[in-house]
């Protein structure tokens, strides 16, 4: 009867705020994510359907308590014009186009691209930064170059054909035993005990943290799941018979499977912790990580994997972690893909996955955002972790690089993210410090810069990490670290003009984020969305401190 009385309230008050939530005639909403305040505030987030067919960007939260909005629904598509659902070009057609475009963002001077196999079209309503539209949603499963092994989500214009946006869905860091792991040392590790004729063995899974277990995947590459069904069913789960794991070298498979498990437990614990959150999909389960894993035939990578879709074989729908093991690029060698924030970063994708729903795109602010939350959290779970194996800092990726005597070589510098500079096509790449208007045009992980030199900045002020300052090689001062601090053409600024920026500490920074994430954070959040998001946040938690976020935020030039 209460379960009656609850569908009939709520059925209720959307039908009471359709004009908030830009309701057109034939949309309707489906409840996939609900948070509860203290106060008995509800956070309900939404998908929203037109004739059938997902609105893609109309998704939508709604604030309400005793069913009574509370404040305006968070969402980015403010419009109720819903286009014609007849379309103009065929799911043949459309297949050709995404096939085509998918070898043409191929580096041909490396190595050819290839395609594996191409999902069968759909039509969608595409509402992300502009007017609706009809277009299609299809699958290409394959080898671009440019993004190594992919499962490439595309939406393409029903009416002219044209390719609007793709992202990879592949994104690219108790019993108690002991790992001897090859980064952390000799660590402790909850695992399972299995009684047989023969005593008893132990498993690496994780049965105080949902069951989650890591499987030894060698000889498997993530190619395999575009075409053979229940691709990876060989992977076995670890077994010991004493319940030691590894030797602290690569070359005891056992010993990254130690690293991997401590990772994921340290991700679990930050979360549970943290944001009293149960497991990474916030249900209380654990996830599958697989170690030794290839991508198509490079070892260089760490990836979270959602892989939900009926375009691929039977039995390959994979929600966790892949590692890699590392190996030699160019002049630099890497150590296994198991660093503690690395694990922490991939796995974050699968709370963004299961809350915002970021669109993880290869260029676009919302794709930014996605990365940016991963470093954040990636971070955050190492600082959590405190482990002196891997110090807590503001680098991403440190402990990767085999050789890093002084410690500050590193994929990405949250504190200044232009430091970072990769060679793409033979031209130097460096990631966004501070928003413009092309930011968003730029791959997801050096777009992510603005993100990440925005929480530095929350959480520290600018304050010039130890090894970064004058006199070192990288000679940073407080105003190398903020976007506004130098002179425009003919203008002057006195040393000391610029007030100081003070943090508000790192519980205080990722307590914000994280609820603008699950709270206020839709699939198509730019950056100044994500600013009015933190804002909200910052709103419920910490009244006194919103001032202290914007000026966070307009040090990076987001206003």
């Known amino acids: 009867m209460a379960q009656a009385s609850e569908q009939a309230i709520s059925a209720r008050f959307l039908s009471q705020n359709r004009v908030p939530m830009y309701a057109a005639d034939g949309d309707t909403f489906v409840a996939t994510d609900t948070i509860g305040d203290a106060d008995g505030t509800q956070h309900v987030r939404m998908k929203r359907l037109y004739k059938g067919m997902e609105v893609i960007g109309g998704d939508v939260v709604v604030h309400s308590r005793q069913g009574v909005a509370v404040g305006d629904p968070s969402l980015t598509l403010r419009s109720t014009f819903r286009p014609s659902i007849t379309p103009s070009v065929s799911a043949g057609q459309v297949t050709a186009a995404v096939t085509s475009d998918f070898l043409k963002i191929t580096d041909f001077t490396a190595r050819p691209g290839r395609v594996d196999s191409v999902g069968v079209p759909h039509l969608v309503i595409y509402a992300r930064g502009g007017r609706p539209m009809l277009a299609y949603e299809s699958l290409v499963v394959g080898q671009p170059n440019g993004d190594g092994a992919s499962v490439m989500r595309y939406f393409t214009d029903a009416r002219t054909g044209e390719v609007l946006t793709r992202w990879n869905l592949i994104q690219s860091l108790a019993a108690e035993g002991t790992g001897k792991s090859i980064l952390f040392g000799d660590v402790p590790l909850n695992t399972t005990a299995v009684d047989g004729s023969n005593g008893a063995t132990y498993q690496l899974i994780d049965s105080v943290r949902g069951n989650g277990s890591v499987l030894d995947g060698t000889g498997l590459d993530v190619i395999l799941l575009a075409f053979i069904p229940h691709a990876f069913d060989s992977a076995t789960v670890f077994t010991s018979p004493d319940n030691i794991w590894g030797d602290g070298t690569a070359a005891n498979r056992e010993s990254a499977a130690a690293d991997i498990a401590h990772g994921v437990s340290a991700a679990w614990d930050y979360y549970h912790d943290v944001h009293h959150r149960e497991g990474i999909l916030g249900d209380g389960t654990g996830v599958k990580s697989y170690a030794h894993v290839s991508f198509i035939g490079s070892s260089l ?46 796995m974050t994708h699968g709370v963004t996955g299961a809350t915002a729903k970021l669109a993880p795109e290869q260029t676009g602010e919302p794709g930014a955002l996605n990365e940016s939350t991963s470093d954040i959290f990636g971070t955050m779970v190492e600082f959590h972790a ?36 990769d ?46 300052g004058i006199g070192t090689t990288w000679n940073l001062g407080p105003d190398d670290l903020v976007c506004n601090a130098r002179p425009g053409p003919g203008q002057r600024l006195n040393h000391g003009a610029r007030p100081s920026l ?13 609820r603008a994430l699950t709270v206020y954070m839709t699939s198509d959040t730019d950056y100044a969305d994500a600013r009015i998001a933190t804002l909200n946040a910052t709103r419920d938690l910490y009244p006194g401190l919103v001032k202290v976020v914007d000026a966070a935020w307009a040090a990076v030039n987001v206003h």
């Open 301 to 346: 990578n760490a990836v979270w994997a959602d892989l939900n879709d009926p375009a691929l074989p039977e039995g390959n729908d994979i929600r966790g972690m892949l590692y890699g093991d590392g190996g030699q690029n160019g002049d630099t060698t890497f150590n296994p893909f198991v660093a503690m924030d690395v694990a922490g970063h991939e």
């Open 386 to 421: 405190n482990d002196p194996h891997e110090p807590p800092n503001y680098l991403i990726g440190e402990k990767l690089f085999a050789s890093n005597p002084d410690g500050t070589l590193a994929l990405r510098y949250m504190f200044k993210p232009s430091l970072g500079v």
């Open 423 to 468: 060679t793409v096509n033979g031209e130097p790449v460096a990631s966004a410090d501070c928003w413009d208007a092309t930011v968003g045009q730029l791959n997801a992980h050096y777009a992510s810069g603005v993100g990440n030199h925005f929480f530095y900045l929350l959480a520290e002020g600018d304050v010039v990490p130890e090894g970064f």
């Open 502 to 514: 003070h943090g508000v500490g790192r519980d205080v920074a990722q307590k914000i984020w994280y």
